[in-house]
């Protein structure tokens, strides 16, 4: 189906929201021109607003003209096809799937290093306690991240190279290691550092500070 109006990203706080940041990033890293709308979250009116614009209830949500897709991995996807600044998939097919496999891993996985490290973007929490179940979650990432590294890495500081969607679904997961301080193993540091110092992950961190700043 054309799309013919600007798309509007219904995002939530830039300091809290994970998944907005995911599809946040995948849009502004494919070079799309679209409209940033922002709820404030944990407020009486959040789920009320977030309902007028996202059937699902949550956002990220993506409203193209009458149809709303209110998934990031799948916003994530879209950003891909439509990218304006080339691919945001590897374009070997074999590294292709393995860059989804991890990023549907990232939409579906580490529930209890969410839950346990929830993202706070200009927050420093060094020293928080983990537990084993979290500390679990954060070596199977490193693990994701030194083997795209190692097989996929050559062309760019990226997890495929070239920056892609397994970029943009484990910013957050950069974010929190900046913000709780794991100690990491030597590649995954290297990612953060990368990953952190991306044009795109720095306007949203300027975001989240003006955000906080202006109080909205
Ligand atoms: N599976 C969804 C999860 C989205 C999600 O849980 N978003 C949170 C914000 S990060 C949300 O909308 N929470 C509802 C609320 O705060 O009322 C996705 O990948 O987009």
Redesign the pocket.
């Given at each position: 189906m054309a799309v013919h109006e600007r798309p509007i990203l219904v995002i939530?706080d830039k300091n809290?929201?994970?998944?907005?940041m995911r599809?946040w990033l995948a849009l502004t890293t494919a070079g799309i021109d679209f409209e940033e709308m922002h709820v404030k979250?944990?407020t009486e009116e959040?789920?009320a607003t977030?309902l007028r614009h996202s059937p699902?209830?949550?956002?990220?949500a993506l409203k193209l003209g009458a149809v709303v897709i209110?998934?990031?991995?799948a916003i994530c996807e879209w950003a891909a096809e439509q990218s304006r600044t080339g691919p945001l998939l590897p374009e070997d097919g074999v590294a292709r799937a393995v860059c989804r496999a991890v990023s549907a891993e990232m939409?579906s996985g580490f529930a209890t290093l969410r839950k346990e490290c929830p993202m706070e973007v200009l927050a420093v929490h060094i020293g928080h306690p983990m537990s084993d179940a979290c500390r679990i979650d954060i070596a199977r990432i490193e693990a994701i991240w030194e083997a795209c590294r190692r097989d996929y890495g050559q062309d760019g500081p990226y997890l495929f190279g070239r920056w892609s969607i397994a970029d943009a679904m484990y910013a957050p997961v950069v974010s929190r290691f900046i913000t709780y301080g794991p100690h990491l193993l030597p590649t995954a540091a290297d990612y953060v550092a990368a990953a952190s110092h991306h044009p795109a992950y720095q306007a949203w961190v300027a975001g989240a500070e003006e955000q906080v700043a202006t109080g909205c």
């Open positions: 939530g809290y929201s994970s998944w907005s599809a979250l944990r959040t789920r977030i699902s209830g949550t956002v990220p209110p998934e990031s991995l939409h």
